[in-house]
């Protein structure tokens, strides 16, 4: 069944999920390192 519709899904056109986790967790981080700086900005 998989064999059957693996071509009209196009599967090798997916994109890398390597890349969107890395992607992913440096946004966290970014989103992270933003609310401390807002926060020592909010201390100072």
Do not use: Q, V, W
Not at 16 to 31: A, G, H, P, S, T
Request: net charge positive; aromatic share 12%.
């Amino acid at each position: 069944m998989i064999e059957k519709y693996a071509g009209e899904m196009d599967l090798d056109t997916l994109p890398d999920l390597d890349n969107y986790f890395k992607m992913k967790r440096i946004k966290e981080m970014y989103r992270k390192y933003m609310r401390l700086s807002a926060l020592a900005r909010k201390a100072a």
